[in-house]
């Protein structure tokens, strides 16, 4: 039973252009979320989260998007670069109990 | 260090031997925790140690795995009588608390032949 969906497998977008990465989650439990970004033989290295309180939060080029109705949330990056391009995973955990579930993830091609 | 240290990088092994995997958390973060990765697969929780709590362990795939966090620092993954089917990336984790961003080692490339 995967909690966590990721259901685009890969993304391509040209330099300068909007990334936008999905991921869906069925445990209506979950309440807070994270995306991180992976590069080959390296850990996964954290980018953003946002707590269920809240519907958006912003850093930098990077903005995490989440509709609890939907039980949805995005990633934008603006304006997409070459480096970007990595694996992207999202992840979600209940509050109190440090497991997070992680989606399959996205490998994010930028091209210039 | 500065971040998250695992070792060895890479480990080759016969099925049935035992291995030990190694993780130096981030100083003064008190979570640490346990996740593989199969190939083409997302991240599998295994193992979560909070202080001097008892672990949950709810993640580990078998009675064969097992875990330590001595001294609320440094943690050991062994993992006994190794099959194929625990051919995978272990990583480590740790954060200041448990509902902190997590930050991962570079993780141990496990290879069971």
């Known amino acids: 039973d995967q909690q966590v969906k990721q259901n685009s497998p890969s993304l391509s977008v040209q330099e300068g252009r909007i990334s936008i990465l999905n991921c869906d989650y069925t445990?209506?439990?979950?309440?807070?979320f994270l995306w991180y970004k992976k590069y080959p033989a390296e850990g996964p290295t954290f980018l953003i989260s946002?707590?269920?309180?809240?519907d958006k939060n912003e850093d930098g080029r990077f903005t995490v998007f989440l509709n609890k109705s939907a039980k949805h949330l995005s990633l934008h990056i603006v304006p997409s670069q070459p480096g970007d391009s990595a694996v992207y995973f999202c992840?979600?955990?209940?509050?109190?109990?440090?497991?997070?579930?992680f989606g399959q993830g996205t490998t994010l091609q930028v091209k210039p | 260090g500065a971040g998250v240290s695992q070792s060895p990088s890479n480990k080759v092994t016969e099925k049935g031997k035992d291995v030990e995997l190694r993780c130096d958390p981030i100083s003064g973060h008190t979570a640490l925790y346990w996740y593989r990765q199969s190939l083409g697969q997302g991240l599998e929780f295994l193992i979560y140690?909070?202080?001097?709590?008892?672990?949950?362990k709810s993640g580990l795939p078998s009675d064969r795995f097992s875990a330590e966090r001595t001294g609320g620092s440094v943690s050991t993954l062994t993992i006994q009588r190794t099959q194929q089917e625990d051919s995978a990336v272990y990583l480590c984790a740790s954060s200041h608390d448990r509902d902190e961003p997590q930050h991962f080692g570079d993780g141990t490339r496990l290879s069971i032949l």
């Open positions: 140690f909070q202080g001097n709590s008892a672990p949950d």
């Open positions: 946002i707590s269920s309180i809240k």
């Open positions: 445990n209506s439990m979950f309440d807070y």
């Open positions: 992840a979600a955990s209940v509050s109190n109990t440090g497991k997070l579930i």
